[in-house]
């Protein structure tokens, strides 16, 4: 119970300073990780028998917040969410262990699956930290790569300057 406490108070101070201070790249991944986490604390059970096999339904909501970090991370110009990609990759790989052999210990399974979600918080927290620094130092932080950025709408048809 502590464990969720302290979870829910990190999750809210990270994606609030992330929604008031971070770029676009920080503000989407502070709404991947808060709707992941709400949906997978709607899903889970009180109780830890939860973790004595993989729930495909946890297996989803987390497949699906890999697949928003890894456009996340192709699209923004910043290098933090290659890590957090990554790590989402490990979570994901603990359900693929519990898969392998369902006699993995419920604690490790547990750990395994929940404790890449406080580096992640982490990562999203620095990535607002910097892009604040490169605000204050350069006068802006492009969010996007130029290679994934939208084009320029064209110019209406009309005199030139």
């Known amino acids: 119970m502590v464990n969720t406490i302290v979870y829910l108070v990190l999750l809210i101070a990270c994606c609030l300073y992330a929604y008031a201070r971070g770029g676009a790249p920080e503000q989407i991944a ?14 889970m059970p009180t109780s830890s028998a939860s973790y004595h096999s993989v729930r495909l339904d ?27 990609t990554a790590l ?28 890449w979600s406080y580096p992640m918080l982490l990562l999203i927290a620095l990535g607002t930290w910097q ?20 084009s320029d709408p064209p110019l209406p048809p009309g005199p030139k300057p």
Do not use: M, N
């Open 30 to 43: 502070a709404a991947i990780i808060a709707v992941g986490s709400v949906l997978t604390y709607a899903i």
């Open 88 to 115: 989402q990759i490990i979570g994901i790989a603990g359900h693929g262990v519990k898969l392998a052999d369902p006699d993995v210990v419920r604690r490790a399974f547990a750990f395994a699956l929940a404790f």
């Open 131 to 150: 892009h604040q620094r490169r605000l204050k130092r350069f006068g802006t932080d492009p969010s996007w790569s130029s290679f994934s950025a939208p």
């Open 58 to 84: 946890a297996f989803l909501i987390d497949l699906v917040c890999l697949i928003g970090f890894l456009i996340l991370a192709l699209r923004a110009e910043r290098y933090w969410p290659l890590w957090v």
